[in-house]
């Protein structure tokens, strides 16, 4: 049971003053049995009043407001945490498709997170199932099987996507971060039935090394009957281990992101995310993402955008 010391920080800074911006703060830990908070301070910039509650899917959300001008937003996270590992193997779970069907049966929530995106490609996605040969094959054994797939197939790659990436543009690039992997297994699990849900959260380092460690990550969470959800990670193949925190979960990355806003003011804006995971024998690890909001990826090309709108916003990507 590792204990985690987790310092977030994110910092917006704009070339011009700004006024009346408005928050979603998302970075408290989700209240489960696989984890328990020992500590927890939150602090912003100007110590505005900050209305804490829980949102549609058991989120612990912030919303706050900074009326005056300003040119910077400075949120700070200081987290102790101490995680469980889940003791159960999931591929014991040999739940068939017939009892899924019985979970769902007038569940909204379930049915909700079972339900596919409308997407372009849906013959890449059938493809994809077809490989995966899901007949005979308990729920859980596919849910691994589609993670090992996206591990194997797709390049673990920082750059080239951003928070509005579609599905469709993950399929043709064969490439990008966690948030993009997890996008594409809600997808393929979703065109088969399985609820599934977007996790936002951290993955902490540890020995043998993650793709992704010691930043904001995100994940896959699958419902088997009996067992409940369950977490997966298509960007490391792994299910889920004591090395993962949960902040947040929802349909999508939107549901549950980090840090989201709007405000009032023509500039450009920059984004720049710390993240540093500490041990209990005092290891400590760091990594900086600096973020030019004021490009988009189109075709996997940084391309300028065009800032014309009185109000602007700003949210930031898990890596």
């Known amino acids: 049971m590792p204990i985690f010391k987790i310092h977030h920080v994110t910092k917006y800074e704009y070339e011009h003053f700004v006024k009346e911006s408005s928050n979603e703060i998302k970075i408290y830990p989700y209240a489960c049995k696989e984890q328990e908070v020992l500590q927890h301070e939150v602090s912003i910039t100007t110590s505005p009043d900050v209305q804490v509650y829980k949102d549609y899917w058991g989120n612990g959300s912030g919303m706050f407001q900074i009326v005056p ?20 193997n999931p591929l014991s779970n040999l739940q068939s498709w017939p009892q899924l069907a019985a979970a769902k049966a007038n569940n909204m929530l379930l049915i909700e997170s079972a339900t596919p995106d409308a997407i372009d490609n849906t013959v890449a996605i059938n493809l994809i199932i077809e490989e995966l040969q899901v007949e005979n094959k308990s729920i859980a054994q596919v849910c691994q099987d589609c993670n090992q797939y996206i591990f194997k197939n797709f390049k673990y790659t920082k750059g080239i996507t951003t928070v509005e990436t579609t599905v469709d543009e993950i399929l043709d690039n064969k490439a990008g971060v966690c948030q993009d992997f997890a996008h594409l297994m809600l997808q393929i699990l979703r065109t088969l039935g399985v ?98 909001m004021n490009f988009e990826v189109t075709n996997g090309k940084p391309v300028k955008r065009q800032i014309s709108l009185i109000d602007s916003s700003h949210q930031q990507q898990q890596q």
């Open 69 to 88: 001008s300003h040119q910077q937003i400075i949120i700070e996270s200081k987290l102790t945490i101490r995680t469980h590992l889940p003791v159960a």
């Open 195 to 292: 609820p599934c849900r977007y996790v936002s959260g951290y993955i902490c380092p540890n020995k043998n090394g993650m793709r992704g460690e010691g930043a904001t990550h995100a994940w896959v969470e699958v419902f088997v009957p009996e067992a409940g959800w369950l977490g997966i990670d298509p960007t490391n193949n792994v299910w889920v281990t004591d090395n993962h925190v949960k902040l947040a979960v929802g349909l999508h990355f939107t549901d549950c992101t980090p840090v989201k806003g709007v405000f009032k003011g023509l500039t450009n804006q920059k984004l720049s995310v710390f993240v540093a995971v500490g041990y209990e024998d005092g290891q400590v690890f760091e990594e900086v993402n600096d973020v030019n």
